[in-house]
């Protein structure tokens, strides 16, 4: 059974991932475009338009989820983990995207992304 904590923390951290889908989806696409690593294959765009949807099928996941949380939070540890050369690139080729428009910004985004792949999984464990 889960805590009140780990309630309140996976619900949280869904509905960041939703939010961040759906800006991958529409009003910030574009600037997350700068996260995408250049020895990913293919459009930038495209890479976007898919990670953005797998944040919306992650975010409802954690949120919804009841019998399979416990693989909700793996799949979105592994995704975290996934997207973290994204991060890289943006804090070491100096550029800016929605909410990390500064170097400082950008360097304390690498530091939070162990934290999330640690609340996916302690949120989601029985």
Known sequence: MATTAQTIT???????????????LSFARRGFQV????????DPDTTV?????VEIVLGSAMVLSRRRRRLAGRLVAAFLV???PGNVTQWT??????GLDTEMKR????????VLVMLALWSTRD
């Open 93 to 98: 080729h100096h550029r800016s995207a929605p």
């Open 49 to 53: 338009v898919a990670s953005g949807a």
């Open 82 to 84: 996934a997207v973290l």
């Open 35 to 42: 996260a995408v690593p250049d020895w990913v294959p293919g």
């Open 107 to 114: 360097f304390g985004r690498l530091f939070l992304q162990p």
């Open 10 to 24: 996976r619900t949280a951290l869904g509905g960041i991932l939703l939010f961040t889908g759906i800006a991958h």
